[in-house]
């Protein structure tokens, strides 16, 4: 661990080891988005806390890491490969979801990591672990960029129905996206990226899951009010293998919480992972019921012509849609500055870190650094959302970089630990960090291309 040079800067970060903590167990920050969770790192040879967490705690903390925003584009994704395919995918990336689960169960067990960052560095050394923390930091910048576009699409809407505007008809000059979304940032979201407590924010936990039950639930409600037919292409449309591999990372997205998964197993009462199976399969069929009801009905009412965000397709008169978008907007308004929060903090250890290794000791939380981080890196989100008119293709990015947390760091666990000879613990590895990085590198470049071509 650095040293430090004064009590104050002690304190800021025992607070801030604190509070991220508290964001492992008990807020979700994904919307998207997930976990979007951090964690800093523990003392050399610290013991569990001993919090003991319950088996159904376990499973609320889960559902709050997983669900999100990403709900809003899985009617889009089930309508560019239909029914039966999106349901074969969901069940695909449960499947490996839950070997990696496993993966990192087994090594907590093992190595003691008490967080996902801490298990890569006992596992795999130092320079894993600042991989692991690299891809943090993307992976909290890309939900910022998503949280803001989110907002900017949502308040699109809601301007609409406030000038008593009709679908279709020309807009206000205030009721633009590249208008609201500055405008909402930087009345809503950038005064709350300088809170230093950010359990301020821990109702975002409870609030974020039951703002998916309810536009899961409005729907419904509203396919059922239109009492439209069922349309027999959308269930198994003739598509090739290029879509499927474009919207196998929201699917991934949509089931990635393996951040959160190691504090909490580390701290699961009484953990075995026998008992973490149970944990595993009842949030994943809960969540993949969710998923796969939004999916369908939402595909069901507009077809597969439906927005990547489904709330736009909606008319801005709809009420249940209205509340639908007023809560996931506050949802993601309050995630941001966490998302800002834990990015600046893993910025700030990755950069202590790096001048470790050159044999320079830097102080951590420095305000003026602090200051640097903060705006650099909204002001940067903001641009880019600014820029970005595809909800779907930032989703997509997000996915992406969820693969590595998914598959490629368990999956280089598990090869590592092959080194004692497990000949089939070697084979899932290479697997795991295949998929992985093809999936990265793949959705990576795809999505770029889109954007720079204006596609996206």
């Known amino acids: 661990m650095a040293t430090f040079s004064n009590n ?3 304190q800021a970060d025992t607070e801030r080891t604190r ?4 964001h492992e167990q008990s807020i979700s920050v994904m919307n998207a988005m997930k976990s979007r969770e951090w964690d800093a790192e523990t003392e050399d040879g610290a013991e569990p806390t001993g919090r003991g967490g319950s088996m159904f705690g376990a499973i609320f903390i889960l559902m709050n890491a997983i669900m999100g925003a990403s709900i809003l584009i899985l009617p889009c994704s089930f309508g560019q490969i239909g029914i039966i395919t999106a349901v074969i995918m969901e069940l695909f990336v449960v499947f490996i979801g839950y070997i990696a ?3 990192l169960a087994g090594a907590v067990d093992r190595f003691d990591g008490a967080n996902y960052q801490d298990l890569m560095g006992k596992v795999c050394g130092p320079t894993a672990q600042l991989l692991s923390q690299l891809g943090l930091i993307l992976y909290f910048f890309t939900l910022s960029c998503a949280s803001h576009i989110t907002m900017g699409d949502q308040a699109v809407k809601i301007c609409e129905l406030a000038d008593g505007l009709s679908d279709g008809e020309e807009h206000n000059w205030y009721c633009n996206r590249r208008f609201l979304i500055p405008v909402g940032s930087m009345t809503l979201i950038f005064p709350l990226i300088w809170v230093r407590n950010i359990s301020t924010f821990s109702y975002v936990s409870v609030f974020s899951v039951f703002s998916v039950f309810y536009i899961v639930a409005a729907i419904i409600i509203d396919y059922y009010k239109l009492n439209l037919p069922l349309n027999d292409e959308i269930l198994m449309p003739d598509v090739g293998i290029l879509p499927i591999m474009q919207y196998l990372p929201v699917f991934t997205l949509g089931f990635q919480c393996h951040m959160t998964s190691v504090p909490l197993y580390y701290e699961l009462h009484n953990r075995s992972v026998s008992r973490y199976t149970v944990v595993i399969l009842v949030t994943s069929f809960l969540v993949f019921l969710c998923y796969m009801l939004a999916g369908v009905f939402g595909l069901m009412t507009f077809g597969v012509s439906v927005d990547p965000d489904i709330l736009i397709d909606y008319s801005s008169k709809d009420g249940l849609m209205t509340v639908a978008r007023g809560a ?13 929060y834990l990015g600046r903090g893993a910025i700030d250890d990755t950069i202590v870190q790096i001048a470790g290794k050159f044999n320079r000791q830097l102080e951590r939380n420095t305000e003026k650094r602090r200051v640097v981080i903060l705006l650099v890196w909204h002001f940067l989100a903001l641009g880019l959302a600014i820029l970005t008119s595809s909800f779907g293709t930032v989703l997509q990015l997000v996915g992406s970089i969820a693969a590595l947390f998914m598959l490629f760091f368990p999956g280089y666990i598990a090869w590592v630990e092959s080194r004692d000879g497990n000949r089939g613990y070697q084979v899932l590895g290479v697997i795991f960090m295949g998929m992985g990085m093809f999936m990265f590198i793949w959705t990576i470049v795809f999505n770029l291309y889109q954007i720079a071509t204006g596609a996206g």
């Open 8 to 10: 104050d800067s002690i």
């Open 19 to 22: 509070l991220q903590s508290f």
């Open 328 to 340: 996931i907007s506050a949802s993601v308004i309050g995630s941001c500055p966490i998302f800002i």
């Open 101 to 103: 689960h496993m993966i």
